[in-house]
């Protein structure tokens, strides 16, 4: 089993919807998740930092964790073709000394105008 | 806003050819990474920093690899004999302290022939 999968994608939403990127992960050590924006050969630009099982709010980005499930989230209110990109998760352990971030392969969203 | 900046944007080298990658972390930021992304794969962690000394390294960061902060603002990437797989994006990243979100920058994008 992979340490942390998504949804593959890519994923087609018409402009104004709501959007819903997912992870799955396996190692229950980790307790900072992270969610990056992507664009084509850019880097990763960060735009959720959450600390264990809840929700946190920012504009129009939510992300949720469910520490229980493995499962996290991030929604995407009222999308706009500029959120048109690849979605990375990531997460790490902080037990862990050298703090390396465990990432997802990426969701590739396309918000049709 | 700070940002962590990366040169060269492009680097392209012949095989068994040293490169350095050059990043400016944020400049209060205590623990810097390095990760790179193979075209159409995940992001990958090569090695992360702190206090002046490697704090972990993945297998991919064998002994061709090494890190160094020359001063108090660069951060490098050594590759010292560049194989045709190591043509990848190589992503810097800081972050302020323990358990707290990494910004990224924008990437050097290393094509080996």
């Known amino acids: 089993q992979k340490e942390v999968e998504q949804d593959p994608g890519p994923l087609s939403v018409p402009e104004g919807a709501i959007v819903s990127l997912n992870c799955t992960y396996s190692n229950s050590a980790f307790q900072y998740f992270m969610w990056y924006r992507q664009y084509s050969r850019k880097g990763p630009e960060l735009l959720m930092y959450?600390?264990?099982?809840g929700n946190k709010e920012d504009g129009r980005f939510t992300a949720q964790v469910d520490k229980s499930s493995k499962y996290i989230s991030l929604f995407i209110r009222d999308s706009q073709p500029s959120d048109s990109a690849t979605y990375l998760c990531?997460?790490?352990?902080?037990?862990?000394?050298?703090?390396?971030?465990?990432f997802g392969p990426g969701t590739r969203l396309s918000v049709l105008p | 806003e700070p940002e962590v900046t990366q040169t060269p944007s492009h680097q392209v080298t012949q095989m068994g050819q040293e490169v350095i990658l050059r990043c400016v972390p944020i400049?209060?930021?205590?623990?810097f990474y390095w990760y790179r992304q193979i075209l159409g794969q995940k992001v990958e962690f090569l090695v992360s920093f702190y206090n002046n000394e490697i704090s972990e390294k993945s297998e991919i960061f064998d002994d061709q690899f090494s890190v160094e902060r020359p001063d108090g603002s660069n951060f490098t990437l050594k590759i010292r004999s560049t194989k045709l797989e190591d043509s990848a994006m190589y992503f810097c990243?800081?972050?302020?302290?323990?358990?707290?979100?990494?910004?990224f920058g924008q990437g050097t994008r290393l094509t080996v022939v």
């Open positions: 959450t600390y264990s099982s």
């Open positions: 400049s209060n930021h205590l623990y």
């Open positions: 990531a997460m790490s352990d902080p037990a862990n000394y050298g703090q390396n971030f465990v």
């Open positions: 990243a800081s972050s302020a302290g323990r358990n707290t979100e990494a910004f």
